[in-house]
């Protein structure tokens, strides 16, 4: 199991972070997503799943393959 390739989430920008709190802007930016639509491949880590659920009512998550 020391091979297992790290889960990776495809995280898309779907709501403006324009009148949003300045705490969920900085977590959206943090993911790499800068305007609608954007998407950005990341890992599946706890700091990600918490920075995912901060701002989740702006983002749609995938499982990137």
Known sequence: MANAKPKSLKVTLVKSVFGQLKSHRA????????????SAVVADTPEIRG?????????KVEEAG
């Open 27 to 38: 977590t959206v930016r943090g993911l790499g997503l800068r305007k609608i639509r954007d």
């Open 51 to 59: 920075m995912l659920r901060a701002s989740g009512h702006m983002l």
